[in-house]
T-cell receptor, first 113, second 111 residues
Framework: AQKVTQAQTEISVVEKEDVTLDCVYE???????LFWYKQPPSGELVFLIR??????QNEISGRYSWNFQKSTSSFNFTITASQVVDSAVYFC??????????FGKGTRLHILP | DAEITQSPRHKITETGRQVTLACHQT?????MFWYRQDLGHGLRLIHY???????NKGEVSDGYSVSRSNTEDLPLTLESAASSQTSVYFC??????????FGPGTRLTVL
C-alpha cells in the first residue's frame, strides 16, 4: 500500500528558529517520486521540490533544505531561520509510476513574530 | 505565460442541482487531475485523465464525473450535489512522470 504520513499536525515556532517537518512514506515500488508543496493562507498549492527514488542527495535552496533517506523511508523538510511568511500548511506527497499522487494530511506551520 | 485556471472560484448551490467546475490549462499537458481538500483528509484524488477521451476514477469518485474532449480542459461535474460535497476542489496537470501543478482552487458550498 502507498501511504504518506506527516505525524506533526501543527507546529509553532518563534521567528528565526529552525524547524523540521517530518514525512514518512510507504511504497512497494522501486521507482517513485517525492514532493513537497506549500499551501499559504491564500489557499493555492505551490510546488517546492521533487526528488526521485534514485537520488538520495540532500538539497538546499536558500533557507529550505530536504533530507531524503531511503533506509528510513523519510523525506524531511527543514526551514532555517524561519520567517513569518513561511507560515503555511506543508504537504508531503508520493507519486509512483502511474502518475497518481498520494498526499500526506499536511503540517500546519505557525511562525510567531 | 502558460497556466492552469479554474472557474468559478467560489460557488454556492443547492442540494440536488447539477454543478460543473471548469479546469483549463495552457501547458499542453496530457495528464490532468481533480482533487478535493477537506479538513482532516488532506487532498484526495477524485478523477484523472491521461489524455483526450481517457478518464479514470480516483479514490473518491462517487457522485462525480469528468470528460476529456480536448487537451486543455477537464471539467468536473457533480450530477446531483450533496452537502457532503462541500469542499475545496483543485485541478492539476502534468506531463507524464513530471511534477503536477495546481490551479487556484474552487470553493464549493452545497446548501
Amino acid at each position: 500500500a502507498q501511504k504518506v504520513t506527516q505525524a506533526q499536525t501543527e507546529i509553532s515556532v518563534v521567528e528565526k528558529e529552525d524547524v523540521t517537518l517530518d514525512c514518512v512514506y510507504e511504497t512497494r515500488d522501486t521507482t517513485y517520486y517525492l514532493f513537497w508543496y506549500k499551501q499559504p493562507p491564500s489557499g493555492e498549492l505551490v510546488f517546492l521540490i521533487r526528488r526521485n527514488s534514485f537520488d538520495e542527495q540532500n538539497e538546499i535552496s536558500g533557507r529550505y533544505s530536504w533530507n531524503f533517506q531511503k533506509s528510513t523511508s523519510s523525506f524531511n523538510f527543514t526551514i532555517t531561520a524561519s520567517q513569518v511568511v513561511d507560515s503555511a500548511v506543508y504537504f508531503c506527497a508520493l507519486r509512483n509510476r502511474d502518475d497518481k499522487i498520494i498526499f500526506g494530511k499536511g503540517t500546519r506551520l505557525h511562525i510567531l513574530p | 505565460d502558460a497556466e492552469i485556471t479554474q472557474s468559478p472560484r467560489h460557488k454556492i448551490t443547492e442540494t440536488g442541482r447539477q454543478v460543473t467546475l471548469a479546469c483549463h490549462q495552457t501547458w499542453n499537458h496530457n495528464n490532468m487531475f481533480w482533487y478535493r481538500q477537506d479538513l482532516g483528509h488532506g487532498l484526495r484524488l477524485i478523477h484523472y485523465s491521461y489524455g483526450v477521451q481517457d478518464t479514470n476514477k480516483g479514490e473518491v469518485s462517487d457522485g462525480y464525473s469528468v470528460s476529456r474532449s480536448n487537451t486543455e480542459d477537464l471539467p468536473l461535474t457533480l450530477e446531483s450535489a450533496a452537502s457532503s460535497q462541500t469542499s475545496v476542489y483543485f485541478c492539476a496537470s502534468s506531463r507524464a512522470t513530471d511534477t503536477q501543478y495546481f490551479g487556484p482552487g474552487t470553493r464549493l458550498t452545497v446548501l
